[in-house]
């Protein structure tokens, strides 16, 4: 078990040093807790230092008790040129930050530790990296999928007559929390902001929301303008729920659809085009897609369907239709008009074409997909139909 | 209502002006969410420009529908600079930025334009400003205190026999939001990561945690280090709940101990000290107090209670013993031996003398207080003896 998590560890150094070894940096400096787990297996305060030619040195604040012969203890980061003038190691020439994480002050401390080394931005190179999955991490999302399935199943049983949809969210999240969620949601920047999902139903779905996120909401309070905003939950509207599901480290993404009694027709039919973008985009999906085919696809079918008013929002519409999932839930590739990504074996994203009906709620769709050697797999399984409540 | 909001919001610009007035910044860029939520009341993507001579110009990018007259919607932050110069605006020859929040790469791309601005580090200002609550945000911090003790007292009857540390807590975030709490958790700075707080109970209260926050715990999984970790609750031990109440987007924090049974002796001692730690000091903080003299007494009446060894963690200590709070969890002053923070009227802050006691568990209070002219108000008011479980 030691062993396969070394192997694990070494090919994810293995894989962000050739990436290093081409952007001519001689070293980077890891501090963001995501980076930290990706590159150790664990969250611990403190620094990675990750030489070209070399394996890592763990800089460690806290906790106390970690043990491992690279793990050195400091106190704070500039222990760290001591450590190296010590050791005889050599300050790199050019040293990787990760300039997208790091605060201003942050990378003017860090770049202080190694004078005159030549700072690149590290931020793309650890993105990309993790964007392709191993076969361990695969194995993560699969089982978060299947814990999110499984909770998402529930969800007609923990309707009641007359809730909103802040109270079907809490007994939703309930169930993610019994069935081994975290809870917590990390998202990459600092602008977008999340209580582990969101429950859409009626005029709300439409409210548009600051955040990046592919639906809005009003959300219960000014403080954080997004998702439910209390609205009862009523006859012949939709539901959607869009819940993160992280069980493992490694975050699902999943949406479905309820109605309360019948909906309207055209929420049934935009439904369909849904589940049509994503059944077409399935059969495009795979090593050498590029993302932007993909937006450009949905688009397409969204248009045929004569619903495009609808199609990712109305009032205030997102700009993309998917995007990568992992320790953050927005990694990349990311399916957008402009997108420069492609599709890779070992990536694994979620896809949500989506509607709004004014006053009837959101319909449509999110799965996660893995792509492989052997096709694309959906790691989230709950039934797609628009299911009836009550 | 609009009028009081905006007689609010005016006296926060001129508090923040102060400072900067006092710092040389003739205009301040405010960014991150907490920000421009201090700063408009709402959370929106996009930045706010606060001038030291005059009202602050709001460059929104999402959502759509925001008026005002001084309301600009932008597609990104470089049309700032269009705008300035068509409107004959002058640019700032000092700028203040959140150089402790925005990473590098923002930092560079906000400075960039205003070219030929110096940049001052803005995040100081507004976390000093932002320390000092006005009567409107005490009255938001004593809505959340009041919810915060309501679920508390609820704590008991969530308790079955058997149950785990985990299923504890996910009760009692069911009640917290059931009452209005929003789930999100702010921290300032990006190393602490928690979900709403954490459920320590024997032995793990003493397993070490990378993060600052006071006390410990080895949590589920080992990308979220911290708090409960599937202990089932065992005749004997403590049960201690420190969750945050986030019900208006202010939060408090309060810790409360709970025993399966009866517990050791030394749990009843050790807790008996932090109550009298917190005693002692609401008798000297006040206006003027230093923060330092406040971590200081903890100190030496834990030491005249026989018991430091345990204080504040035993394998691995916590270095304050209380913090201010507001829309972060981690605001000044802090109350820590080298701290340099005074108490000032308006502060809100955080008390937690703890012990951690191996095998048994932590005990030990934490309410949320607020310093006013006539003296010192306890906003978190659920019973503070331990409370007996089954």
Not at 217 to 235: D, F, K, Q
Request: hydrophobic fraction near 40%; include cysteine; proline fraction near 5%.
């Amino acid at each position: 078990m030691i062993d396969n998590k070394q192997i694990e560890l070494k090919t994810r150094w293995d894989n962000i040093r050739r990436e290093m070894e081409k952007a001519g940096a001689d070293g980077m400096l890891v501090t963001s807790n995501v980076n930290l787990y990706y590159l150790s297996g664990r969250v611990f305060s403190g620094l990675i230092y990750l030489p070209v030619d070399n394996d890592p040195i763990f800089f460690v604040r806290r906790p106390v008790g970690i043990s491992g012969e690279r793990v050195v203890y400091i106190r704070k980061p500039e222990d760290i040129a001591a450590y190296f003038s010590e050791n005889g190691i050599k300050t790199p020439s050019s040293l990787m930050l990760e300039d997208d994480s790091v605060t201003f002050n942050e990378h003017l401390r860090y770049a202080a530790i190694f004078p005159g080394s030549k700072i690149i931005n590290g931020t793309p190179v650890l993105r990309h990296t993790r964007s392709i999955k191993s076969p361990y991490e695969i194995e993560q999302l699969r089982i978060s999928g299947r814990c999110h399935t499984k909770v998402y199943e529930m969800i007609p049983a923990l309707y009641r007559p007359g809730m909103t949809d802040n109270e079907l969210s809490i007994e939703i999240e309930r169930q993610l929390r019994l069935n081994g969620s975290l809870g917590i949601f990390r998202v990459f920047g600092q602008s977008m902001e999340i209580f582990i999902g969101s429950v859409l139903t009626g005029a709300n779905a439409d409210n548009p929301s600051p955040y990046d996120f592919a639906l809005g909401g009003a959300g219960m309070n000014g403080s954080i303008p997004i998702g439910a905003n209390g609205t009862v939950l009523e006859e012949g509207t939709t539901v959607m729920v869009d819940m993160g599901g992280n069980f493992t480290g490694y975050m699902t993404d999943m949406t479905r659809v309820f109605s309360v009694g019948i909906t309207e027709d055209i929420a049934y039919q935009a439904h369909d085009a849904a589940l049509e973008i994503q059944r077409r985009i399935l059969e495009i999906a795979r090593e050498g897609t590029p993302a932007k085919d993909i937006y450009n696809l949905a688009v397409d079918i969204a248009n045929e369907s004569g619903l495009a008013e609808y199609f990712m929002g109305f009032t205030q519409k997102a700009g993309f239709v998917g995007h990568g999932i992992g320790i953050e839930i927005n990694e990349p590739p990311v399916l957008a008009p402009r997108s420069k990504d492609v599709l890779r074996n070992g990536m694994v994203f979620a896809l949500e074409p989506k509607f709004v009906i004014p006053n009837i709620g959101a319909v449509g769709i999110e799965n996660s997909f893995v792509i492989t050697e052997s096709g694309i797999e959906q790691i989230t399984l709950a039934p797609e139909k628009i299911i009836q409540l009550g």
